[in-house]
């Protein structure tokens, strides 16, 4: 096993860092090999705001909840960005352009390229030593983190990523088995794996370090859904021109 296998397969969240800034070095070398992720159609559609002004800082970890959104070596948010696609229209130009604008194929070619450039960060980052941690709850209030960057028209925010020295190390939390989400030609009915997986993640929850408590995977996923969670998403969204038709 080669040590980049190594690197992913040893990958956690870290939550806690050392008060030590990531360096404009270790800065460079992530976002090139973000930039070096693979794009749809050479579009490279989305932009890394990294955001160093504590008092966006403070205010993104207050929307967010999580005081380690300020308290960390670097914050990163990605984007989806079809801006810079239009600029070069005219007014005529840029009416031609916004059936593709503004449909869920470019939407999801966005959202996607921002993925792979993020994971591609992550890895890099996690090679130097560095931990890092995404940061989906930008979208609790995920028009105020719009205005607080000042993205454009067809720029919005997907998720953050914070990096930096580990404080801590926590337990890995274990994954569905591959059996669950790999399937030979054709989806495969998997009921019987996530029994053996509730039963495991039910022990990892009760035996890990810290935050115990009782509960399974299947358990968890039916309160996420249950209840309605961030239902104005979808408005800054088309806003914003993506994902209206």
């Known amino acids: 096993m080669n040590k980049t296998i190594e690197t992913i397969l040893n990958h956690r969240s870290i939550r806690k860092f050392k008060d030590t800034p990531v360096t404009n070095e270790q800065l460079s070398t992530i976002v090139s090999a973000a930039q070096q992720a693979s794009t749809s159609s050479y579009m490279m559609a989305y932009s890394i705001i990294g955001v160093t002004d504590p008092a966006k800082k403070t205010e993104l970890a207050e929307i967010t909840g999580q005081a380690y959104v300020k308290d960390n070596g670097h914050l ?3 984007c989806a960005d079809l801006h810079r696609h239009t600029l070069k229209a005219n ?3 840029y009416e031609n352009m916004k059936p593709n604008l503004e449909n869920s194929e470019h939407f999801l070619v966005s959202a996607i390229d921002a993925a792979l450039a993020a994971q591609n960060a992550a890895i890099t980052a996690e090679s130097m030593g560095l931990g890092i941690c995404y940061i989906g709850s ?5 028009e105020r983190v719009d205005e607080i960057l000042s993205l454009p028209p067809h720029v919005i925010p ?3 990523m914070v990096l930096g020295v580990p404080a801590h190390s926590p337990n890995q939390k274990p994954r569905l088995p591959k059996e669950a989400v790999y399937f030979e030609n054709e989806y495969k009915d998997h ?3 996530l029994k053996a997986f509730d039963k495991e993640i039910a022990s990892y929850y009760q035996s890990r370090s810290s935050n115990n408590r009782v509960d399974t995977w299947t358990d968890q996923m039916l309160r996420r859904f249950t209840k309605p969670m961030r239902m104005d998403v979808t408005d800054l969204v088309q806003k914003k021109g993506f994902n209206k038709r």
């Open 158 to 160: 997907l998720f953050g």
């Open 191 to 193: 009921t019987s794996e």
């Open 138 to 142: 930008i979208r609790n209030h995920l």
């Open 76 to 78: 990163l948010i990605f």
């Open 91 to 93: 007014e005529e130009q």
